[in-house]
């Protein structure tokens, strides 16, 4: 399972790491995701309710926002990042990251399975990372850096291991190790959720153009856009409450 | 019982929650402090979690959840501005409409599911109306003339009110609907000068002041002007109407030359940067457009204002909107305008439109009189202290609980030490005024720069606010229309002679500074500290800026502010009085590496 794993990582890294504008897009996501990490990281060292393990978490939401800045240079080495390319980084932190929705992950997850999505996460990290570096399969620049992330992620799966195995919550180890499945699996299924969203928007899309062709084209001819200066506001004859209570 | 009415605003950008017990303003937050995403859209679950806690209640208890805008009315701009400019809008489109089909659409059930309240108890107000509430209803002026100017709202872009009367009421007098906004010019601008919009628009202001107004006269084809201070534009320059992601088109870029590419080095002749000639003079260029692009808004503004003015008769006029945060604009119309006052809510953007839906409710709707009370806009959570001593020790932070930390600071800003200041609630609005603040020494010649480069990591052209005592106000050109404005650092005004050599930290290129007076009653803390900085220098002044990174928003809580602390250049922290130096290496290896 895991050569699987790393035959995949290295096809597909080979494939991203090949054209400029794959490169940088693929840093920028790094990046993004490093510093959604850091967040959720911050977030943690709010709830714990062990104290022990705040240092370490603050620890690691420092390196996470180091990352983030390394990869974010390294990306804005491949060419100019332009601000649409800024814009969609920030609506895609703001689509992915685990805080939107109200709950952080932390809160969500509870102290055991943040734990063990932290090991499992940073473990995935590790490997991948690792996989690139020993195919030589970025640019210079990024090769120069990841030597130096690798050692902070090693820091994070081995530290994630100790306290995983210390962890008061789950007293039997078998709770411990259904925490690491049950993450595991979790991220298999957000995974396919996540193919299945983007099948779902380019289908979507299909359709939606479709309907704007047939169904949006026609009115075009009736159609018309503001001709600007001041227009008189619209009465309403409703009610106040009513019209306070409507959408419309 | 009392009345609590929630005010909401999200799914756009800047989402917050403002909470009113009869008419009273008990706590309100943006949503970004809680979840450190800046300008976060998301529906403001946190900030509303901390509005109820500060109020000691359950959402149950809430009479009225105003949301601020009307979805449906939005829909059908969306809609019928996808049909208007068929085939153009093909890409937009289908983006649009997955996010309006998938969710902003079903706004009343997901308020409902995600906060909880009932359905019958549920309020929509009209996004202009929201930002007008919120300039009219939170200031100290019981009639008035109102002028709302953003990107856009349902339709209007920039719209007109006449406030007071018999009732507390807001009375449309007339609206520029979209694609006409004077906002989104700006915002085109920004992204032309290689800045993210929603967010670049105040580095176009501060780098205006390189700049000359060479390009105005171009301006003046981007939009014609009625007698009535209506506009209209050429649209043929702009595409936010049917790009997803472009504003303008290539005849603006024939209009103003190439757009600058983002990250371009600026350094205009009188920066004090070393750069070949080439890049001081595209850096010229680019000052250029932008200072011709803020005189172009200030003399819409003036337009607008005057025909305000004319239609109204009012003495005051009070202004929201996001292009009501544009300080230089505001200290032109108070210097140049037909009112004797202004006044801008500091919430000014569409955080601010929480507050004014809630407001607007509870005045317009359910018909309560006005009660005259100042607004203070420490509406924020404030720190624990028992929480933060216990966070330090187990972070590792050297720290000491000081007796006097007024003192103590005083000698921190003495020794030329950058501080960290979080004292009281967290602030109402974009700006830091003292609560949760950098702050520094403003004497020291090459302090801006360190303060940019080293502690803030952002653009060496962008300049600091001076925050002071009523007592330093000699040093600055204040007109009467803009003391209200001057308490929230909504205007920048000329500086008079001397002041530049005695504090170049806080005076821009141009001369002028972005004031913050601090009175007593609403920041004691840090006019103590200012005093005590004036009695040991003579000038009550502090540069003062948001205690953040670039691209964050202002710190929050403690684990925020201990989190910026560590990346960033500032010397020492004080939390609510505890001071904190720099974490020790051992416990934090990597610190202060690339």
């Not at chain 2, 349902?154 to 449309?172: I, K, M, Q, V, Y």
């Not at chain 2, 607007?360 to 009370?373: I, K, M, S, T």
């Not at chain 2, 220098?537 to 910026?564: H, Q, R, W, Y």
Request: charged share 25%; proline share 6%; aromatic share 8%.
């Amino acid at each position: 399972m895991r050569a699987l794993r790393r035959a995949w990582i290295r096809l597909t890294g080979t494939l991203a790491w090949r054209f400029p504008a794959e490169r940088r897009r693929l840093l920028l996501a790094f990046s993004r995701a490093e510093q959604g990490s850091a967040l959720d990281m911050l977030a943690a060292v709010r709830s714990t309710q062990r104290r022990d393990l705040r240092l370490k978490y603050f620890r690691h939401a420092m390196d996470e926002w180091r990352h983030s800045g390394l990869f974010r240079r390294a990306a804005s080495q491949q060419g100019v990042i332009d601000a649409t390319e800024s814009g969609r980084d920030e609506a895609g932190l703001l689509l992915e990251h685990g805080i939107v929705g109200g709950r952080t992950l932390f809160e969500r997850m509870g102290e055991l399975d943040f734990l063990a999505f932290v090991y499992v996460a940073e473990s995935d990290a590790v490997e991948q990372f690792d996989v690139y570096r020993t195919n030589d399969l970025p640019d210079e620049h990024t090769r120069g850096v990841l030597p130096a992330i690798l050692k902070d992620e090693a820091f994070h799966v081995s530290y994630s291991r100790q306290e995983l195995l210390r962890t008061q919550d789950g007293d039997l180890p078998v709770e411990r190790l259904a925490a690491v499945r049950r993450v595991r699996r979790n991220r298999i299924k957000e995974g396919w959720l996540r193919f299945s969203r983007d099948i779902g928007v380019v289908v979507g899309s299909v359709w939606l153009w479709a309907l704007y062709a047939l169904v949006v084209g026609p009115f075009r001819m009736v159609a018309r856009l503001d001709k600007g200066g001041f227009q008189p506001a619209s009465l309403d004859a409703r009610p106040l409450l009513d019209q306070a209570r409507s959408e419309a | 019982m009392p009345t609590y009415i929630l005010g909401i605003s999200a799914l756009y950008h800047d989402a917050a929650a403002t909470l009113l017990r009869d008419g009273v303003v008990v706590a309100a937050s943006q949503e970004e402090r809680f979840t450190r995403l800046k300008h976060d859209a998301s529906l403001p679950v946190r900030a509303v979690d901390f509005c109820l806690e500060q109020a000691g209640i359950a959402i149950q208890d809430v009479d009225w959840l105003v949301f601020y805008e009307k979805p449906l009315r939005k829909f059908e701009r969306i809609l019928s501005t996808a049909v208007a400019t068929f085939p153009r809008s093909w890409r937009t489109f289908p983006r649009q409409m997955h996010a309006w089909l998938g969710d902003k659409l079903w706004l009343r059930t997901k308020l409902v599911e995600t906060f909880g309240v009932r359905p019958d108890r549920l309020m929509f107000c009209d996004h202009h109306r929201s930002h007008a509430a919120s300039a009219l209803l939170a200031s100290p002026h019981a009639n008035a003339a109102i002028l709302v100017a953003d990107g856009v709202g349902e339709w209007a872009t920039t719209s007109l009110w006449r406030g007071g009367g018999d009732a507390p009421g807001l009375h449309p007098l007339g609206e520029v609907r979209w694609p006409h906004s004077l906002g989104l010019v700006y915002s085109a601008i920004t992204a032309h000068l290689g800045f993210a919009v929603n967010e670049g628009e105040y580095k176009v202001m501060g780098m205006a002041a390189f700049g000359r107004p060479t390009l105005r006269d171009r301006f003046d084809r981007l939009a014609t002007f009625d007698a009535d201070g209506g506009f209209s534009l050429d649209l043929d320059y702009f595409s936010w109407h049917w790009h997803p992601t472009r504003s303008a088109t290539s005849k603006l870029e024939a209009l103003l030359g190439p757009p600058r590419l983002p990250g371009t080095p600026f350094a205009p002749p009188g920066s004090g940067l070393d750069v070949p000639d080439a890049v001081m003079r595209e850096s010229q260029r680019h000052a250029d457009i932008a200072a011709s692009c803020q005189v172009w808004l200030e003399d819409a503004l003036l337009h607008i204002a005057r025909g305000a003015k004319a239609r109204t008769g009012a003495d005051t006029l009070c202004l929201a909107g996001g292009v009501a945060l544009n300080a230089v604009a505001n200290h032109r119309l108070a210097a140049e305008g037909p009112f004797a006052h202004l006044w801008v809510q500091p919430a000014a953007g569409d955080a601010g439109g929480s507050l004014g839906a809630a407001l607007w409710a509870w005045h317009c709707v359910l018909g309560n009189p006005r009660q005259e009370r100042p607004f203070h806009i420490t509406l924020g959570p404030r720190l624990d202290r028992g929480h933060t001593i216990d966070l330090l020790s187990d972070l590792g932070f050297p720290f000491e609980e000081v007796g006097n930390p007024t003192q103590r600071a005083t000698d921190d800003l003495l020794d030329g030490k950058v501080l960290g200041w979080v004292e009281g609630a967290s602030e109402w609005g974009p700006r830091s005024l003292g609560h949760r603040s950098i702050l520094a020494d403003p004497r020291g010649s090459g302090t801006a720069r360190r303060v940019n480069q080293r502690v803030k990591f952002r653009e060496s052209f962008r300049p600091f606010a001076p925050a002071i005592l009523p007592d330093a106000l000699s040093h600055f050109d204040l007109a009467e229309a803009e003391e209200a404005l001057a308490r929230y650092m909504l205007t920048a005004v000329p500086t008079r002679d001397g002041l530049s050599a005695a504090a170049p930290a806080v005076v821009h290129v141009d001369g002028t500074a972005r004031l913050q007076v601090v009175d007593q009653d609403a920041h004691p803390a840090f006019h103590d500290l200012l005093s005590s900085f004036g009695q040991a220098t003579g000038l009550p002044m502090l540069l003062n800026t948001s205690f953040n990174l670039k691209g964050e928003p202002p710190v929050c809580g403690a684990v925020d502010a201990l989190a910026t602390f560590t990346r960033s250049g500032i010397d020492v922290v004080y939390l609510d009085g505890v001071r904190v130096e720099r974490p020790p290496k051992r416990l934090y290896p990597t610190l202060g590496e690339p």
